[in-house]
């Protein structure tokens, strides 16, 4: 099993910018699909990004344009830059990798936007 440590939430004003960073246990470079998933108070869990393997992205349409992932195999390491943020991008965000059959997730790091 693939362990995952999310890093790099915090508070940060409207506009602002973050950097989360995703740590693997293990090399990344096999897994088909790593990606972004964040939740919200009383709100489920939501697909935010997605990276493949090949380097083909996919984002939601609420943060298409501000948010950008990437990943780094040397470094077994996968990021998210989320840029202009706004007050309804606060929830916790979690990495996930997915290699045929199973999901491996981090435990979230927190990322809280205020107005």
């Known amino acids: 099993q693939l362990q995952l440590v999310e890093s790099g939430g915090g508070l940060v004003q409207a506009g602002g910018s973050l950097r989360l960073s995703c740590a693997a246990s293990?090399?990344?470079?096999?897994?088909?699909?790593m990606g972004w998933y964040r939740q919200a108070p009383g709100k489920q869990r939501e697909l935010v990004a997605t990276?493949?393997?090949?380097?083909?992205?996919n984002y939601a349409d609420a943060v298409k344009g501000r948010f950008t992932i990437s990943r780094d195999n040397a470094k077994n390491t996968m990021y998210l830059q989320m840029d202009s943020l706004q007050p309804e991008d606060t929830a916790v965000y979690y990495c996930?990798?997915?290699?045929?059959?199973?999901?491996?997730w981090g435990q979230g790091t927190q990322v809280t936007v205020s107005s």
């Open positions: 293990g090399s990344i470079s096999s897994i088909n699909r």
């Open positions: 990276i493949y393997s090949g380097g083909t992205t």
């Open positions: 996930n990798a997915y290699q045929y059959p199973r999901h491996d």
